[in-house]
Every structure is written in structure tokens, then in C-alpha cells.
């Protein structure tokens, strides 16, 4: 059981990558950032943008999960900057 849960990621981790890549593809500009990288990872289905969890109807939640991600991404900048050559990530799931 936990090997076939192993084997296709998570659909949460799927979804953050999606709306990272749909807010380059689809968000005016300035974007947060630029990271499409989830794409190539997760090579979706060509119509990977009619999923019910790509809907206009997410744009808020994609800018909180975008907003957050942001965040932490200066601050590990930040702290690397300082000398910190180590931080964790922790999942919950």
C-alpha cells in the first residue's frame, strides 16, 4: 500500500505545481515569480487546464499558495545570504 502511494505524487503537490505553472501561463504581469518547472515534472495531459481545480474560481487560493510561496523563497534567499547552508521542508501528508 504505502509503495503504490509512493509511486504518483500527491494530488495536493500536483495542484501547487499546476497553479505555479497557470499563473506564468494565464496571471497578468508582474508575476510572482516564474516557474513552470512543474510542468515538465509532472508532464499533465495536453487539457491539463480544464481541471475543475484550474477554474477562475481558484485565482484566490492560487495567490495565497503563490504569496506564501514567494515568502519563504526571499527568506531562504535571505538567511542563505547570512550564512545559514541548511533549511528543512516539511511536508504534512
Keep these: 500500500m504505502q509503495q503504490d502511494r509512493a509511486a504518483k505524487p500527491d494530488n495536493t503537490a500536483v ?3 499546476l497553479w505555479r ?6 496571471d497578468a504581469l508582474p508575476h510572482v515569480f516564474e516557474d513552470e518547472i512543474g510542468l ?5 495531459d495536453e487539457d491539463w487546464r480544464n481541471r475543475p481545480d484550474m477554474s477562475s474560481f481558484t485565482k484566490p487560493f492560487r495567490a ?5 510561496a514567494r515568502f519563504i523563497e526571499d527568506l531562504v534567499e535571505e538567511q542563505v545570504s547570512s550564512g545559514v547552508d541548511q533549511y528543512v521542508l516539511l511536508g504534512a501528508g
Design 40 to 44: 515538465k515534472l509532472i508532464e499533465p
Design 21 to 26: 505553472a497557470l499563473h506564468v501561463q494565464a
Design 64 to 68: 495565497s499558495i503563490l504569496a506564501r
Design 15 to 17: 495542484r501547487t505545481a
